[in-house]
């Protein structure tokens, strides 16, 4: 956190309370759509007193407050940006930066354009864009669980760098779940997804039916009828290879958290600019990869063994039958199916 409010200080300090010489009501009058009041210049000077109290998180509050009555003001979109840096909001503030840099032919902007960029720098380091391509439209895209729009995605979504779960998911399409790297410097990561559409599968009773119909035209039956589609051997080999896809996933997963473990040990992740600066406030997002990373190659190493016990058991179940002991299931035989009720929602994925 340290090299956070080193870099908030050095722009809140440096050069956003530096008026040279202008009284309040001058300063705030100096930038287009500002407020004129004292008021204003009063909340701004309260919030940079927080700023350097170390109350980040209030003096947050106190800049969007003054957003709200100074809309346009760069000064107000830099001292967003530099509290959020400083609370560890990353997104927003690499947000408020790019408000404040579709303003770069204001004067106040480019006599403290130096400044602002070592500020972006710090931000590039931790925030970088993803954008996910392909169809159907509508279909909503997830990092993590969080929403953060839909295909087609027109625009780039800034958020912190890590490793995330891509979900992509719309009724009447198989969802999509798969494991990304979001790179920082503000690189843009894209990801190509193509959601397959659910076909219906006839209900119990018309195939039941069905094969009722062609036994009595044929005059047997039991001979006639066909197999139902949960006993083919295609479903054992798709819970085979989704067994063998999670054991991947979670062997991946544990290889990169691996890498993490060792750059956090290391000094990879410190910085020279603020040699005093903890490795828990420098290196907060690659600790939370860590632990991200170990979560889900546990989940995908549990799935993985769920998924092979199923393909082993389903394949005990559904073996081939000599003539003789094709009969009717009793009662009791039929009560196993349920049990994998669990594995026939794997056509769901």
Request: with cysteine; charged share 20%.
């Amino acid at each position: 956190m340290r090299k956070k409010i080193t870099f908030g200080i050095l722009l809140a300090a440096g050069i956003l309370t530096s008026n040279h010489g202008m009284g309040p009501r001058s300063a705030a009058a100096a930038e287009p759509g500002a407020a004129t009041d004292d008021s204003v210049e009063d909340q701004i000077n309260q919030g940079i007193a927080l700023r350097r109290a170390g109350k980040d998180e209030a003096a947050l509050g106190v800049f969007l407050d003054v957003e709200k009555r100074s809309p346009d003001s760069v000064r107000v979109m830099l001292h967003i940006a530099t509290a959020a840096l400083a609370a560890g909001k990353w997104t927003m503030a690499s947000d408020y930066m790019q408000k404040a840099q579709l303003h770069k032919d204001d004067a106040y902007f480019q006599k403290h354009k130096s400044a602002i960029d070592n500020v972006q720098r710090v931000i590039n380091q931790h925030v970088g864009l993803f954008r996910a391509n392909g169809a159907p439209a509508g279909a909503e895209v997830r990092l993590s669980g969080e929403l953060i729009g839909t295909l087609p995605m027109g625009n780039a979504k800034a958020v912190e760098v890590g490793s995330y779960m891509l979900e992509v998911s719309k009724s009447g399409y198989f969802p999509l779940r798969r494991l990304i790297n979001v790179a920082n410097d503000g690189t843009l990561t894209q990801e190509d997804v193509e959601l397959r559409e659910q076909k219906p599968v006839p209900s119990a009773a018309i195939m039941g039916q069905t094969s009722l119909q062609a036994g009595a035209a044929a005059g047997d039956a039991e001979t006639q009828a066909p197999v139902p589609w949960w006993r083919e051997r295609w479903v054992t080999w798709s819970l085979l290879g989704v067994g063998v896809a999670a054991g991947a996933v979670s062997g991946t997963a544990f290889a990169i958290r691996e890498n993490d473990a060792n750059r956090w040990n290391s000094d990879a992740c410190l910085s020279t600019l603020v040699p005093s600066a903890s490795r828990g406030s420098l290196c907060a997002s690659t600790h939370r990869d860590i632990e991200t990373l170990q979560a889900v190659g546990i989940t995908t190493g549990i799935a993985a063994g769920v998924f092979g016990a199923a393909a082993l058991i389903h394949g005990l179940a559904t073996a081939p039958r000599s003539t003789q002991e094709r009969s009717p299931a009793p009662q009791a035989e039929r009560s196993c199916i349920p049990s994998l009720g669990g594995v026939v929602c794997y056509g769901s994925f």
